[in-house]
């Protein structure tokens, strides 16, 4: 059974750091582009950062580039979204998702593999 399990979430004041871990089991994360998503109350999912199973490239969406870092340690199976410089609009529910399409540089909704249970932050003070 293939399975992606988020942790690293919790309450974190303004300006403080997480580093979110994205486990899988049942399938080797190598050859899969691998996503974070989050989906804050009452908005629509949104991407957040992914990295690239063929060259390891990486994006984020503009809101978060220069505070979010997105790695992968294939021989733990586990990817990593450090997130630093928090701010309170950052809390939203955050979900990893798989898909292995050759050349793939982030996970497309319709092609999605694997979803995580999600992991919640919130940035409050």
């Known amino acids: 059974q293939l399975q992606l399990v988020e942790s690293g979430g919790g309450l974190v004041q303004p300006g403080g750091s997480l580093r979110l871990s994205c486990a899988a089991s049942?399938?080797?994360?190598?050859?899969?582009?691998i996503g974070w998503f989050r989906q804050a109350p009452g908005k629509e999912r949104e991407g957040v950062s992914c990295?690239?199973?063929?060259?390891?490239?990486?994006n984020y969406v503009d809101s978060v580039k220069g505070r979010f870092t997105i790695s992968r340690d294939n021989a733990k199976n586990t990817v990593y979204l450090q997130m630093n410089s928090l701010k309170p609009e950052d809390t939203a529910v955050y979900y990893c998702a798989a898909e292995s399409r050759v050349g793939s540089s982030c996970p497309d909704y319709s092609y999605v593999e694997v979803w995580g249970q999600g992991t919640l932050v919130t940035v409050s003070s």
């Open positions: 990295i690239s199973s063929s060259d390891g490239s990486t």
């Open positions: 049942g399938f080797t994360l190598d050859y899969y582009t």
